[in-house]
């Protein structure tokens, strides 16, 4: 029953009464709504945001295997040489075009399949390297959902050496029985998800990075090799500090986030440019035959009783003409295309798969 007050001997509903709370709890769901849409407190991030893993380092042991690394050479753990630990500090270059790099095997005890090599532990793939190689760290876990310290705002005027570093040139070396970037006093290296195999290639040479010939070099060999700063998270302190008494020297440490070797052109300088003849001569054929048919088009439009004019404004232009690379008489990377020219391979370091022969 609704609270009134005594006017009289009659009894009358208070509305001022009713109007005030009915505007209170209006109010009320209004605000509630405000929040729950803004959401200040960021009470639903933590409610619907998936659990994120902290990476992890871990150590691996590499098993010992038959066949010895080509190039290592060894030296003593400096304790009565009760352990002799490998060194590789160069190595030959592989060349090879995208498809030979891409077919490259392994030798030693490589996987079956990328499945197999995908569900081995860490998700990375350590070979039978022999005694040569003491220790591999790797890192896994959330790392790939870290975000990328080399990425930062820069206010003018900043120093140019806080602008963001792509890959460059540079070498992995084996000092001691372990990873380390450019030369025997580099930085140590933790191997990051997306190079994260170590193996015996098919010609012998120790090989750092992934499963594809494309994106893998040779311990000592010049390459494309990209790199990323170790994160600064406690749990990762205690598998990179064990993997600095092990090693000793400089204790720096890098992430390998990438490797990647420069593939040899497909064609030659007279093959690029047959090419290109080629094209410009089916572009020549193909606006042609699109030219005649828009004449067609016009010549029908216009027999229909209406102007040249207003036919060529309703029959929308010819498009550009389409590149057909199966008319290409040569098939592959290009000079100019991110790849090594033929005439600037050594002599002898590589030679290109026969062709095969039509039938």
């Not at 030959?92 to 995208?98: A, I, K, S």
């Not at 570093?165 to 006093?185: F, H, K, Q, Y």
């Not at 098919?202 to 060999?221: I, K, N, Q, Y």
């Not at 193909?286 to 036919?311: F, H, N």
Request: charged share 20%; proline share 10%.
């Amino acid at each position: 029953m609704d609270r009134g007050y005594r006017r009289g001997l009659r009894l009358e509903p208070d509305r001022k009464s009713r109007g005030t709370w009915l505007g209170v709890l209006i109010g009320a769901w209004l605000l509630l709504a405000i929040l729950a849409w803004f959401d200040p407190f960021g009470l639903g991030r933590h409610r619907f945001a998936p659990p994120l893993r902290e990476p992890t380092v871990s150590l691996i042991q590499p098993r010992n295997g038959v066949v010895m690394p080509r190039g290592a050479g060894f030296s003593g753990d400096g304790h009565g040489a009760r352990f002799a630990f490998g060194n590789v500090i160069d190595a030959p270059v592989r060349y090879g075009t995208e498809n030979q790099l891409m077919r490259s095997s392994f030798a030693t005890g490589g996987p079956l399949s990328l499945t197999e090599a995908m569900g081995m532990p860490d998700g990375a793939f350590i070979g039978e390297v022999g005694p040569a190689v003491r220790v591999v760290a790797v890192i896994s876990g959330g790392y790939a959902n870290l975000p990328d310290e080399r990425i930062s705002i820069i206010d003018l005027p900043e120093p140019a050496d806080n602008a963001l570093r792509g890959p460059s040139e540079d070498r992995i070396v084996l000092t001691n029985g372990c990873l380390r970037l450019g030369t025997g006093a580099g930085p140590l290296l933790v191997l990051g998800p997306r190079a994260n195999a170590v193996f015996i290639d098919d010609a012998g040479w120790l090989t750092v990075g992934s499963l594809s010939g494309m994106e893998s070099l040779r311990v000592g060999e010049t390459g494309i090799i990209a790199t990323d700063a170790l994160p600064a998270i406690p749990g990762i302190e205690t598998a990179v500090h064990a993997l600095r008494l092990q090693c000793g020297g400089n204790p720096d440490a890098v992430i390998l986030d990438n490797v990647a070797r420069t593939p040899v052109c497909d064609l030659t300088a007279e093959q690029a440019e047959a090419n290109r003849a080629a094209m410009k001569a089916n572009q020549r054929e193909v606006t042609d035959r699109m030219a005649q048919a828009r004449r067609e088009q016009l010549a029908a439009c216009v027999a229909q009783g209406k102007s040249e004019l207003t036919c060529a404004r309703t029959i929308p232009p010819m498009p550009p003409p389409p590149i057909d690379m199966q008319q290409m008489p040569f098939q592959g990377r290009a000079p100019g295309d991110m790849c090594l020219p033929q005439g600037e391979v050594p002599a002898g370091a590589w030679a290109p798969a026969p062709r095969p022969q039509p039938s």
